[in-house]
Nanobody
Framework: QVQLEESGGGLVQAGGSLRLSCAAS????????MGWYRQVPGKQRELVAD???????SYADSVKGRFTISRDNAKNTVYLQMNSLKPEDTAVYYC???????????????WGQGTQVTVSS
């Protein structure tokens, strides 16, 4: 099994910064991608940013220029540096990874439990 442990959420004023971390552990053979989604009540979960094993990144348009995703491959850990936070960034942020547990096994998706980010105006 694969476990994802998230940290770094909290309450911050608009314009402030937070850094989210997520460490993947368990029987991991290789990680294809790691990323962050977010969800607010009544809305679908949406991609915030992800990073592939080769370092290629993707961002939601709403966070480009403000958020930066990075990854420590040796530690199977992904980070999300969030700057210039806005009240509309308030959400539960979920870490996700696509990885395989054996050399020839399939890539599967795993999710963390989520961490609350609240931005006050």
């Amino acid at each position: 099994q694969v476990q994802l442990e998230e940290s770094g959420g909290g309450l911050v004023q608009a314009g402030g910064s937070l850094r989210l971390s997520c460490a993947a552990s368990g029987s991991i053979f290789s990680v294809y991608s790691m990323g962050w989604y977010r969800q607010v009540p009544g809305k679908q979960r949406e991609l915030v940013a992800d990073i592939k094993s080769g370092g290629r990144t993707s961002y939601a348009d709403s966070v480009k220029g403000r958020f930066t995703i990075s990854r420590d491959n040796a530690k199977n850990t992904v980070y999300l540096q969030m700057n210039s936070l806005k009240p509309e960034d308030t959400a539960v942020y979920y870490c996700t990874t696509t990885c395989r547990m054996t050399r020839w096994g399939p890539n599967d998706d795993y999710w963390g439990q989520g961490t609350q980010v609240t931005v006050s105006s």
